[in-house]
């Protein structure tokens, strides 16, 4: 039976619940939750008291030593560590909840009833264990609008950073364990502005240098038990008594571990030296600015935290602001109204794709119906993808209607090519088997820029991008 709606109060350091309607009982409660909860301490659950009297229950939650999230941000800015250990912890939460007999629906993910105790990993969240009653959203919504909310107020994240964090809560490759590991990466760059709209080219060069390629695990195994025996027979064998004798073995052991990096490194019997791509750093210019535009990243984090929510994530609304000039001249206003009402259904993904926010979505839907000249090429050996749209995915199917062979390690929505004012960025979808840009795995749902001639390898898969537009 559903009780309906209910409600907190609070009293120095208790917190009250009540039901709205009705008397709450001891039927209206989750069977196995209840026991576990009233003879176990769960970890990251506020503790919780039961007041019995005849039938009816009075559910209690005490919440001495600890402040509540809502009154904390009110005195305090947040930093991203703070935010990084709330958000693991609500996490661990909802994903242990079987392992305690627990539903992941009742626990209540809102700033008022999330607690923070002195230690930073210290964070205890309300559980509701009732059957039934009014409940405004499901967890992961709750969730993710807690995880918006609270990333406009963290003072120490790049605005990179902000926007693959924000837009990945709308993204269909969301999961409680993939924004655990995006979470990860992030907070291992936090002042760095590496993860979005990178230009690596303007970082590093790449010069082709020979050099001996690395030897079998069994060859190092060898070698380097051979190299140990030696030193071992020098320093048990040769006299050590006098320093003269000491500094011999010293010298001889030098020699053994030369040898040993000649043999890796310099020279092996029967093997030639081959060509690799190096990355070396360019000399640093004085009084250059940086060649990176962050103009777009500023701008767009801005429009992020301006809004809402439901806004952001629904789609409740569209800026007026959104009308890119280039598409003016294309289509009028009534042209570009009715493309976007006919490509609407168009647009919803039956796969796991990265989605784009308004502004993009609506140039992407123009676009797309009014097709652009060819901005480049992606190479499978001979075989050709000519790159129009602004927006361009590619996966494994696309990839064998292409070319006549399978492509098992390449996933079916592997990677997102972008051109912005000609600018061609790409980036992983969170594929499988991962990508690699000229030899470097690049980070999953984070834009790095292309050049002419740049590699690209999805899984084990070479494609090559060239700006030879036909």
């Known amino acids: 039976m559903n ?11 208790i917190i009250k619940l009540k039901c709205t309607n009705v008397d709450l009982k001891i ?57 990084y250990e709330i958000s693991l912890a609500i996490i661990n939460a909802i994903k242990s909840a079987p392992n305690y007999l627990l539903n992941k629906e009742k626990f209540i993910l809102d700033q008022s009833k999330i607690y923070l105790g002195k230690l930073m990993s210290d964070v205890r969240i309300l559980y509701v264990p009732i059957n039934e009653y009014d409940s405004k959203e499901n967890v ?40 655990r590991k995006l979470l990860v990466d992030v907070s291992q760059g936090i002042n760095t ?49 006098t320093d003269l004798q000491l500094a011999i073995a010293f ?42 535009d962050l103009s777009p990243l500023d701008s767009k984090a801005e429009q992020i935290r301006e809004k809402d929510f439901d806004s952001f994530y629904f789609n409740t609304e569209i800026e007026a602001s959104v009308e890119p000039k280039e598409l003016k001249s294309e289509v009028t206003e009534n042209e570009t109204e ?30 797309m119906n009014t097709l652009s000249e060819s901005y480049g090429n992606l190479y499978v050996g001979e075989s050709r993808i000519t790159l129009q749209n602004d927006f361009e995915l590619i996966g494994r199917e696309r990839l064998e209607q292409m070319v006549s062979k399978e492509f098992p390690t390449v996933s079916n929505k592997h990677l997102e090519v972008k051109n912005e004012e000609n600018n061609i960025f790409v980036r992983d979808l969170g594929s499988s088997n991962g990508t690699k840009k000229n030899g470097e795995s690049i980070k999953p749902l984070t834009f790095y820029k292309l050049s002419d001639g740049d590699e690209l390898t999805l899984g084990n898969t070479l494609v090559v991008f060239k700006v030879d537009v036909m």
């Open 3 to 13: 009780i309906g709606p209910i409600e907190f109060s609070s009293e120095e350091d």
């Open 27 to 83: 039927q209206d409660l989750e069977s196995l939750a209840y026991k576990m909860l009233d003879h176990n301490d769960i970890p990251q659950l506020l503790p919780i008291n039961f007041n019995k009297k005849n039938h009816q229950v009075n559910i209690e939650y005490n919440k001495k030593g600890y402040i509540s999230l809502s009154e904390y941000l009110e005195k305090n800015t947040i930093e991203y560590s703070r935010f």
């Open 140 to 179: 992961e919504i709750s969730f993710k609008r807690l995880m918006f909310d609270l990333l406009k107020n963290v003072k120490d994240i790049s605005n990179s950073n902000f926007i693959t964090l924000t837009e990945f809560l709308k993204d269909d490759n969301f999961t409680l364990d993939n924004f």
């Open 193 to 241: 502005i590496t993860n979005s709209y990178i230009d690596e080219n303007e970082k590093v060069d790449y010069k082709t240098v020979k050099e001996l390629p690395a030897p079998s695990r069994k060859e190092k195994l060898y070698s380097s038990l051979i190299a140990a025996i030696l030193i071992a027979i020098i320093w048990s064998q040769l006299p050590t008594g």
């Open 251 to 292: 010298l001889l052991t030098v020699g053994v571990l030369a040898l040993l990096y000649v043999y890796f490194k310099v020279w092996r019997p029967g093997v030639e030296k081959i060509e690799v791509k190096k990355k070396t750093k360019p000399k640093k210019q004085k009084n250059v600015e940086p060649s990176i």
């Open 338 to 367: 009715q493309s976007l009402v006919e490509t609407e259904d168009s647009f919803v993904l039956s796969d796991k794709t990265t989605l784009l926010d308004d502004e993009e979505e609506l140039k992407r839907n123009v676009k």
